[in-house]
């Protein structure tokens, strides 16, 4: 980090700067200039106290840091593209993943049927929510175990990856024994014991970025995964809550660059939470692609007027395959392939 001192700050002044560096464990290296003095602090702010708490002294101007906060998920450490084995389905590298599913699983019939139509277009991961997380109580919950259950009946029966959310630490276990990724929504993305709890899984992790997160707490919320020895971590842009109405919520298609530009994670694109309108998807979807996603992960029903939950942001089978119609050019033009 670099301590900024004030202009005409006394010799006694800075070296009391020194002092406090070196008692905080870094080794401080003072360049003095004409007007003013900085002091840069050497050492690994992972295991050194934090410098920011200088800024009170009366001499000290401002405290910069050099470093990423998010060490782990930056490029800094890691500057190849990071690649996320899901049960031998890679994601994050030529090949673009398609995650897609209802919204909520309701029933056999509804889910398999889904499941059948979207590996049938090219999907190679079903989504699916067991357990839904509801603005409302009297809403629908969602079937819990028996959601969990169909799931994995539905990889039986179509060989498609899973996943789906964990919305508690209680819950972790039983649905990592299901799920091929476990998914943190954007309500829990800094639920920070459940983070660590999902980690020590190994399972692979979607973390959804939080509707009022910023980028740099997003990818923080990552860090606590890594940092808790979980390689694969998956970010996901889903929209941020902004001044807006005509859309549910504001896809942020520029956050999905900064992050492939900031961090080595893969990136998905989650469009129909994205904007909430179904009849949006298919265009949010190549804006995705020509930013840099990594893959997408999109709701798809069979009768999306009787859907359960979200009905008004979940294409139907025809509306899933003329996505899949649509974007290969735009798969070409960032040289990736389904």
Request: net charge negative.
């Amino acid at each position: 980090m670099i301590i900024v001192i004030r202009p005409h700050a006394t010799k006694e002044q800075i070296a009391e700067v020194i002092a406090e560096v070196e008692k905080l464990g870094y080794t401080p290296a003072p360049i003095h200039g004409a007007a003013q003095t900085v002091v840069a602090a050497i050492g690994d702010e992972r295991t050194h106290a934090n410098l920011e708490s200088l800024s009170v002294l009366p001499q000290v101007e401002s405290v910069l840091r050099v470093q990423k906060r998010f060490k782990l998920a930056s490029r800094e450490s890691h500057p190849k593209n990071t690649l996320v084995d899901v049960a031998g389905v890679e994601v994050g590298g030529a090949k673009f993943c398609l995650m897609a599913g209802p919204c909520s699983v309701e029933n056999e019939e509804q889910l398999l049927s889904t499941a059948e139509a979207v590996k049938a277009a090219g999907a190679t991961v079903l989504r699916g929510g067991a357990y839904k997380p509801r603005t409302s109580p009297y809403e629908f919950q969602g079937l819990g175990k028996e959601g969990l259950r169909l799931l994995a009946l539905a990889r039986e029966k179509t060989g498609l990856k899973i996943i789906t959310e964990v919305l508690s630490e209680r819950d972790v276990e039983h649905v990592a024994a299901v799920a091929d990724i476990l998914q943190i929504g954007a309500r829990n993305s800094q639920n920070f014991q459940l983070l660590i709890e999902a980690a020590k899984t190994g399972k692979p992790i979607l973390l959804k970025r939080g509707m009022s997160e910023r980028v740099e707490e997003w990818l923080l919320a990552a860090e606590y995964i890594l940092a808790h020895g979980n390689p694969n971590v998956l970010l996901c842009e889903r929209g941020i809550r902004t001044f807006e109405t005509y859309t549910r919520n504001t896809l942020d298609l520029a956050a999905v660059a900064i992050a492939k530009k900031e961090s080595h994670l893969p990136v998905i694109v989650d469009p129909s939470q994205g904007c909430g309108r179904a009849d949006l998807v298919v265009a949010l979807c190549c804006g995705a692609i020509a930013m840099g996603a990594d893959g997408l992960i999109i709701e798809v029903h069979p009768h999306p007027a009787e859907a359960m939950s979200d009905g008004q942001q979940q294409v139907d089978f025809a509306g899933f395959q003329k996505l899949i119609e649509t974007i290969p050019p735009f798969l070409r033009a960032v040289n990736k392939s389904v």
